[in-house]
């Protein structure tokens, strides 16, 4: 058996990612998991914030890349990993300005509209994307 697992993160716009990793770990919504090759099947929620891939060595280790998910649904498999996602960054595509510019917004219309009213939920979505953004930007991350 192998020791890598291969990843594919799928946008709506492309296949941001295609390819063999040692380690995943994933922002699930009941917490964050790690896959590694031989993982069990299963398919479950993720919810927004950081997916890393690689094996950390030490905490600035520059092999383990990191990118920010709008949450999705990922599907494990014992050999292949595929995450679903709307929206996914990399960590040095980010953009501090417009990360803080979009939290700013997302937090105004979330405010601005009543807790029963439908869009609740994706303007929360965009806050939580933000703010594991600036997680990402001020090294607070997984």
Request: proline share 6%; net charge negative.
């Amino acid at each position: 058996m192998s020791i890598f697992i291969h990843l594919e993160v799928v946008t709506p716009e492309s296949v941001l990612i295609s390819e063999d990793t040692d380690l995943v770990t994933a922002p699930g919504v009941e917490g964050y998991f790690g896959v590694m090759a031989g993982h069990a099947p299963m398919v479950t929620l993720l919810k927004p914030g950081v997916m890393t891939m690689g094996f950390p060595v030490g905490p600035e280790d520059n092999r383990v890349k990191r990118y920010v998910i709008a949450g999705g649904y990922v599907e494990v498999l014992p050999e292949k990993v595929t995450i679903l996602t709307e929206r996914a960054v990399a960590r040095e595509d980010l953009n501090r300005q417009q990360v803080e510019q979009e939290l700013k917004d997302a937090q105004e219309r979330l405010c601005a509209i009543p807790s029963t009213d439908g869009q609740c939920a994706y303007w929360q979505n965009r806050v939580d994307f933000a703010n594991a953004c600036l997680s990402v930007l001020n090294k607070q991350m997984v």
